[in-house]
Nanobody, 127 residues
Framework: QVQLVESGGGSVQAGGSLRLSCAMS????????IGWFRQAPGKEREGVAA???????TYADSVKGRFTVSRDNIKNTIDLQMNSLKPEDTAMYYC?????????????????????WGQGTQVTVSS
């Protein structure tokens, strides 16, 4: 059974950085479309970043230029480097994997989730 486990969340001040990691078990991370999502209290879940099997990445407009998604083939993780964090980035962050999607379907905002989800990691940014 594929499992996703997020880590790296925490509390930072505005302008700070965090690096989230999504570890996948059983399957190779490069065999799936993987996205990062976030949900703040009282708000709908939104796609933040996605990376397809070829390593092409897309981002929500709200994080472009600040967030970078990457794949670590050795650790078998999908990482999300978050810089210049803002209070509005505060949310629970989740990663999701879909093994049947690729190309344009594996892109923000088209990719809305996958077969598998992690449990989430909390990011809190204070002003």
């Amino acid at each position: 059974q594929v499992q996703l486990v997020e880590s790296g969340g925490g509390s930072v001040q505005a302008g700070g950085s965090l690096r989230l990691s999504c570890a996948m078990s059983v399957m190779y991370v490069g065999s799936a479309c993987i996205g990062w999502f976030r949900q703040a209290p009282g708000k709908e879940r939104e796609g933040v970043a996605a990376i397809d099997r070829d390593g092409h990445s897309t981002y929500a407009d709200s994080v472009k230029g600040r967030f970078t998604v990457s794949r670590d083939n050795i650790k078998n993780t999908i990482d999300l480097q978050m810089n210049s964090l803002k209070p509005e980035d505060t949310a629970m962050y989740y990663c999701a994997a879909h093994f049947e999607l690729d190309g344009p379907a594996c892109a923000v905002p088209s990719f809305r989730g996958g077969n598998y989800w992690g449990q989430g990691t909390q990011v809190t940014v204070s002003s």
